[in-house]
């Protein structure tokens, strides 16, 4: 069984610039969360996409934006980066009450 | 809101020693899910153990353990025999239970950084 995987595993981007990350979720998953985390602190809840379907968001703005596919695959969109931006990003991927997470993609904002 | 509080940011143990990780949460709901994670330097999030509020009986993995206490909202993790390799940042973390059409979002707490010394 696949686990959930991201990529790319780092990105280096200028301010103003536009990012898109990805994640394939867990064979059987059909639900994708993506998260932030800052140095330091635990993550953050970006939203959550459900049979390709955005399904709930947490408190972030518009510019960043998903999409989910036919196989639930993911993409998480942030446009006009900020230094504010530079984060570790978790995917998760989950059939019901449980997630299980990807190993992130560390974003860095110059 | 629901919120999680981990109110011990650093704790070490002697290897194959024991040790308890404090959480607690705040929530209106009746019945939810509460998880405990760990972020080794690799940074990969692993699924330690998982709790349904509605079981009475305590979460059990191998060394792995949880006291949950539902009407204190506590939910503390205890590792047992402590390894060189359970070394890693453990998050504490909730979701409410399944509505249809709802998210099932994980709030986390902002972690304990245990290390196991030699």
């Known amino acids: 069984e696949t686990g959930v995987t991201q990529s790319p595993t780092h990105l280096i981007k200028t301010r103003g610039q536009q990012v898109t990350l990805r994640c394939s979720s867990q064979?059987?998953?059909?639900?994708v969360s993506w998260y932030q985390q800052a140095l330091g602190q635990g993550p953050q809840f970006i939203f959550q996409?459900?049979?390709?379907?955005?399904?709930g968001r947490g408190n972030f703005p518009p510019r960043f934006s998903g999409l989910q596919f036919p196989n639930y695959s993911s993409e998480l969109n942030v446009n006009a980066l900020e230094l504010d931006d530079s984060a570790l990003y978790l995917c998760?991927?989950?059939?019901?009450?449980?997630?299980?997470f990807g190993p992130g993609t560390r974003l860095t904002v110059l | 809101a629901q919120t999680v509080t981990q109110s011990q940011p650093e704790m070490s143990v002697q290897e194959a020693e024991t040790v308890t990780l404090s959480c607690t949460y705040d929530?209106?709901?009746?019945?939810?899910?509460l998880f405990w994670y760990k972020q080794p330097p690799s940074r990969q999030m692993i699924l330690v153990i998982r709790?349904?509020?509605?079981?009475?009986q305590n979460a059990t993995e191998n060394r792995f353990s949880v006291n949950f206490q539902k009407a204190a909202k506590s939910f503390s993790l205890k590792i047992s025999d402590s390894q060189l390799g359970d070394t890693a940042m453990y998050f504490c973390?909730?979701?409410?239970?399944?509505?249809?059409?709802?998210?099932?979002?994980?709030?986390f707490g902002s972690g304990t950084q245990l290390t196991v010394l030699p």
């Open positions: 998760a991927s989950s059939s019901w009450d449980t997630q299980y």
């Open positions: 064979s059987g998953h059909n639900t």
């Open positions: 996409y459900y049979r390709e379907e955005e399904n």
């Open positions: 929530t209106s709901e009746s019945n939810y899910y």
């Open positions: 709790q349904e509020a509605y079981k009475q």
């Open positions: 973390a909730f979701t409410d239970d399944f509505a249809s059409g709802s998210a099932r979002q994980l709030t």
